[in-house]
Structures are given as structure tokens and as C-alpha cells.
């Protein structure tokens, strides 16, 4: 890093933060968002990255993207007013919620965006009347029960059935641009993607025997893992067989991606202070001023594991950290490692930039953290997302 930029994630610049905003705090690190969208790239060359927004929709972080040349993967109308409002150019944004509402559709054509995804027949007879504009992607179901989540158990067509819901969108006259799937969140290997590869080709081949449209599209979807308290592959290694499975695709197709965990988990750290503490069964109990109906959210939703330190340093003993609500649910953690803290003491959790903020709530009138983005230009030292 040269002088302009500053790492949010070091002490002295946390403890600024703190002091400037108050806690909790969710730092988000532009540079490291940028960081990552190059790492993946250069591990899936020649694939386009739609960031998603899903996971940290934060415009600091868009805009990250968008200066880096990147494309927008958008699931929701409000997701696609913030791409708008942020000025993306509407053909480097699809559309890939598998279950749309009419005016959910029409929000998005109206925005520009025209490239919407499918996996059932209903969904299909949708665009009938935005044949004129909208194009499809359908959404083939991959099952991988060794996931995090698993997101073809909730969405995506059968491959054995994909042929005839690409027959029923041309028989509509809907353009089929293409295919797309998701193997689940944090995949553990990279195994789910190559299979899925493998048939996807298949299937765009026979549909395109067929003449059923264009075909030149295949997207291949999120899930590309990061390390939280325990480590993954380094992502090159991991997209090994990605890359030699795209391989024997044909040079026509075009290839995307979907990265959201991958862009923004890495890229923030979630900060909080001690609100006070108590020794319970023979351990002390810090209670912070964030917990699992905030930032740790994604303990619950996302069933993370996050690194948590304080800053202060000492001898460690087993302890518990807990959030601020009056729930017995809101525990960040037990048995964990940490000095003596003391009242105001500050606790940073590592890679919670996605799935975490983004799901929290305001139970109990807790507030969700304040959110500052830094480095989104060199000299940048922190802005406030005003929501
Ligand atoms: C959630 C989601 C993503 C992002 O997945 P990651 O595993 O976080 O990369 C991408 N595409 C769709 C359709 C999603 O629902």
C-alpha cells in the first residue's frame, strides 16, 4: 500500500475510528474490496464478475466495483435503485432473482436492466410481454448438501427439465440468452462448479441444436470461499479445476460470475466496545455493545465462525462474549480466548463484510453499526454510509 492509503484494519486506526464514530462499528475497506475483485479475476481469467450486492450493499463498495470495470449481479428492486442511483450503465447489471414480481420486472426494465433469470415455468410465462425487451437466463439446480447453504434446494430447474423450460420461453418467443446456477455459499471445493459446468455446456449446445435462442451466455455463480476461523484454499488453487473445466467451453459463450462473499466478506471488520462484564460460572461475561441480532447476525443466518480479538493485550483466559440484547440467544461466543477487558475495551471480528451488517436488525433498540468506508480514493479516511 502506498502513504494515501491507511489500514482500517490495524489498531491505532480502529481505535481512531472508534473515537470519531463511536461503536459498534463496521469498517469497510475499499482497498481490500478492490484487493479481492483482482484476486478473483486473476484466478478466472476471462470471466466477467457481477459483484452482488446481497451480502454488503454498500454504494462505497459498488462504486469500488464499477471503477474497477466491473458488472452488478442485482436481485431486488431496492438493489437496482442503488445501482441506479449510483450511476451503473443497466447492461452491466443483470437481473437474478429466480421469483419476480410484475412490477418487481418492470422496475428493472424500466432502469435498463434486461437480462432476468428464470427456473419454472410461471416465471417464464412472465416475460411474455416483455419479450420485446427482456432476455433470460434459466437458473439450473445443482445440489450440494455439503455447503453452508444450500441455494439449489430453494431455487433452480432440474437439469432433465431445462431443455423443455428453454423450449416453452422460445415457443413464448422469449430470447434465451443463456444458463446460469449457484452451488451454495463458501463451497468447500470447487467440485460442484465443474459439474455443473460440464452439463450446463451440454445443455447449451443441445438448446442451440435446437434453435431455441441465442445461447451464448453461461453464468456460473457465487459460492467462492473465504477464511473465517478456519481456512480455505487459496482462491488461484480453488478455481484450478474451474479453470480447465471452462476450458471445453465453447469460445461463443460468455462466461460470468457472481462473487458477493468473495468481494465483501474479507473487506470489513466489525467493532465493538464493552458495555460491561460479570463473572458467571466460574468465567467472565463482557457484554458488547454488538451481537448476534446486529453484526453477528450472520452467526445465525449465514452460520459464520468469525475471529474475534481485543485490542487490549494480557494473559488469556476462556470467556464469553455477548451481545447487548436481553435475549440468552445473543452470545458471540463461549470458551473464547481474551485478556481481562474492561468497560469500553474494544473487540474487532475479522471478515464481516458479508452476510452480517446486511442482516442485522435493531431488536431490543440496539442500533445496527454505524457503517464507514475508507480508501475508496487514496486519502480517503472515512465516510459514513447515510442510509
Ligand atoms: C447470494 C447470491 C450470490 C452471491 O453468492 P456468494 O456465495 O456470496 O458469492 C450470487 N448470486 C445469487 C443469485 C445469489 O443469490
Known amino acids: 500500500m502506498t502513504a494515501s492509503w491507511i489500514d482500517p484494519f490495524e489498531d491505532a486506526h480502529i481505535e481512531r475510528l472508534v473515537a470519531q464514530y463511536g461503536s459498534p462499528l463496521l469498517i469497510v475497506d475499499c482497498q481490500r ?3 479481492q475483485y483482482k484476486k478473483l479475476a486473476k484466478a478466472l481469467p476471462g470471466v466477467d464478475l457481477h459483484y452482488a450486492l446481497k451480502p454488503l450493499p454498500h454504494p462505497a463498495i459498488v462504486r469500488t466495483m464499477l471503477s ?10 431496492g438493489e437496482v435503485q442503488l445501482a441506479q442511483r449510483l450511476g451503473a450503465d443497466p447492461r452491466r447489471c443483470i437481473h437474478t432473482h429466480p421469483i419476480k414480481r410484475d412490477q418487481d420486472i418492470r422496475n428493472a426494465l424500466a432502469a435498463g436492466v434486461t437480462v432476468f433469470v428464470a427456473d ?6 412472465k416475460f411474455r410481454r416483455y419479450r420485446d425487451k427482456a432476455e433470460l437466463l434459466l437458473r439450473v439446480s445443482f445440489r450440494s448438501p455439503g455447503v453452508v447453504s444450500d441455494l439449489s434446494r430453494k431455487f433452480g430447474c432440474e437439469p432433465q427439465d431445462a431443455l423443455e423450460l428453454a ?24 467440485g ?13 449446445a443441445a438448446a442451440r441444436r435446437e434453435k431455441l435462442g441465442p445461447l451464448d451466455t453461461l453464468d456460473i455463480g457465487g459460492g467462492f470461499p473465504i477464511d473465517y476461523v478456519e481456512a480455505v484454499a487459496d482462491i488461484g488453487r480453488f478455481c484450478a479445476p474451474i479453470r480447465k473445466a471452462l476450458k471445453a467451453v465453447p469460445k461463443r459463450v460468455r462466461v460470468i460470475a457472481e462473487p458477493g462473499r468473495f468481494i465483501s466478506g474479507p473487506s470489513a471488520v466489525a467493532v465493538s466496545r464493552v458495555m460491561g462484564r460479570a463473572q458467571r460460572g466460574g468465567a467472565w461475561w463482557y457484554y458488547l455493545d454488538d ?34 440484547t436481553c435475549d440468552s440467544i445473543d452470545v458471540v461466543a463461549e470458551g473464547v480466548p481474551m485478556p481481562r477487558l474492561r468497560e469500553g475495551d474494544i473487540v474487532v471480528g475479522a471478515a464481516m463484510g458479508a452476510y452480517t451488517w446486511a442482516s442485522a436488525s435493531e431488536f431490543n433498540f440496539f442500533p445496527k453499526a454505524t ?14 454510509l447515510e442510509l
Open 192 to 204: 460442484m462448479h465443474v459439474q455443473a459446468i460440464e452439463v450446463c455446456t451440454a445443455l447449451l
Open 371 to 384: 457503517v464507514v468506508s475508507v480508501n475508496e480514493t487514496p486519502g480517503d479516511k472515512g465516510s459514513v
Open 33 to 35: 474490496a478492490r484487493a
Open 167 to 190: 423450449r416453452l420461453a422460445a415457443s413464448l418467443g422469449v430470447k434465451l440468452r443463456g444458463l446460469s446456477f449457484h452451488v451454495g455459499s463458501q463451497a468447500p471445493d470447487a
Open 120 to 125: 419454472n415455468p410461471d416465471e417464464v410465462r
Open 68 to 77: 474497477l470495470g466491473g458488472w452488478l449481479d442485482l436481485a431486488t428492486t
Open 291 to 324: 451481537g448476534v441480532y446486529g453484526s453477528y447476525s450472520g452467526q445465525v443466518f449465514d452460520h459464520g465462525r468469525y475471529p474475534v480479538r481485543s485490542l487490549r493485550k494480557g494473559p488469556m483466559q476462556p470467556s464469553v462474549l455477548a451481545g447487548p
